[in-house]
């Protein structure tokens, strides 16, 4: 676990570092991935004791499933969460947004809206709309400092279109954690207006050292006839080109329409996925990830305290994830001027905020799950880049 390690990626096929130029503009010869939520950490020794048993059975035909995965699943839950799920009421999809997708086919009709609170994980407007279905944004305010839910206001705008709830749990960007009491208010709120609430919590395990992450049947059991959890190791231990995403209904009324459609669509569950969640949540899993979140604290304090040092910038205060979100407002630049220095001058590619939805406008998002010397180094670069206002 040597998480300071840097791994040249770049040639590898891989997304975050190969597909920079051409997205950003910003070459990997000498440019800093900071976009999509892809670590550049080295995968486990568990994952890699996992697919090199897979390379020596040298058969790669039909497999007999995810049995065992659901029961490590369910261990994982348990143990890491306090969440009682019950491996019968899981369902293996192709990674989250495939899961996002189909819940929205299986509980939603064309034009009914789904409601999301925005600046959020910007798949979550892309999945709507390519769905064919009606967006209802409902912007976050933020309170000391980090976004707050406001159901007062989305509650006296509700039109009665209003089918699905998909909330981020904890929230990308940025990484709040919501508490006990938020959660059983967003469940009364899904509960009194008859909407079935969709709670993606694929960042659950990114909590900091003394933070604590609550699954919503666990803060809220009252939602459960009306609940859908989306969990996945891909964050967790980066494993998402192996695309496995599991949907936990508990309910079973609830579950039997996204049940029927996974079988209507002949889904099985993925070899790689199966065999590489199974061996993410193990004993060895775990002590991996509180290594992880420990390297990604300290990353997140260099990260925050360096950026809130330049004069125009501010980063949002995190909890969770490695996904920071910088504030560019008082720079009083456009955030064309603002994106020439970060990718023309500081050659970084960072997420743009306003794919986040209303209230992402002024921000840009910036991932630090990378070698502790490239967050450095990133800082410097946003120093430089921004050194005139100093
Ligand atoms: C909140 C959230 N949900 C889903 C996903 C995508 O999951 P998957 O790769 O399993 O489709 C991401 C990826 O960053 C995410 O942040």
Request: aromatic content about 8%; hydrophobic content about 40%; charged content about 25%.
């Amino acid at each position: 676990m040597n998480f300071d390690e840097l791994i040249d990626r770049r040639g590898t096929d891989c997304s975050k570092w190969d597909k920079m130029e051409a997205l950003y503009g910003v070459s990997s010869t000498d440019g800093i991935p900071m976009w999509v939520a892809d670590m550049d950490f080295r995968a486990g020794e568990f994952l890699q004791d996992a697919v090199r048993g897979l390379l020596d059975k040298a058969n790669y035909g039909y497999f007999t499933g995810d049995a065992k995965m659901k029961e490590a699943v369910a261990w994982w839950m348990k143990s890491r969460h306090g969440w009682d799920a019950d491996p019968s009421t899981m369902m293996s999809t192709y990674g989250l947004g495939n899961a996002i997708g189909l819940c929205l086919q299986a509980y939603s009709d064309p034009d009914d809206e789904v409601i999301i609170f925005t600046p959020v994980y910007h798949e979550f407007t892309a999945k709507v709309k390519k769905s064919g279905r009606a967006l209802k944004e409902s912007p976050l305010v933020i309170r000391d400092g980090v976004y707050q839910m406001d159901l007062d206001t989305l509650e006296a705008q509700l039109s009665g279109r209003e089918k699905i709830v998909l909330f981020c749990s904890p929230h990308n960007p940025a990484g709040r954690i919501w508490t006990r009491d938020e959660l059983k208010a967003l469940a009364d709120f899904c509960l009194r207006h008859n909407l079935i609430l969709i709670s993606d919590e694929i960042h659950h395990d990114l909590v900091f050292p003394g933070q604590e992450h609550m699954p919503l049947p666990v803060a809220a059991p009252d939602i459960l006839p009306r609940l859908i959890m989306l969990t996945s190791a891909s964050k967790t231990f980066n494993t998402a080109g192996s695309r496995l995403g599991t949907v936990t209904i508990p309910d079973d009324k609830l579950r039997a329409p996204l049940a029927g459609l996974i079988r209507a669509l002949d889904m099985s569950p993925h070899l790689l996925g199966t065999v590489l969640t199974e061996a993410a949540y193990s004993a060895a899993g775990a002590k991996w990830v509180d290594a992880l979140t420990k390297y990604l604290d300290k990353n997140h304090k260099v990260f925050l305290r360096s950026v809130n040092a330049i004069p125009g910038l501010s980063a949002m205060p995190m909890q969770s994830t490695y996904l920071a979100w910088v504030d560019f407002t008082n720079t009083g630049m456009e955030m064309t001027e603002v994106l020439e220095r970060v990718k023309g001058t500081a050659r970084i590619a960072p997420s743009i905020g306003s794919d986040f939805g209303t209230g992402g406008e002024s921000y840009l998002r910036f991932n630090i799950a990378t070698p502790r010397a490239r967050v450095e180094e990133a800082v410097e670069r946003l120093q430089a880049a921004f050194a005139d206002l100093q």
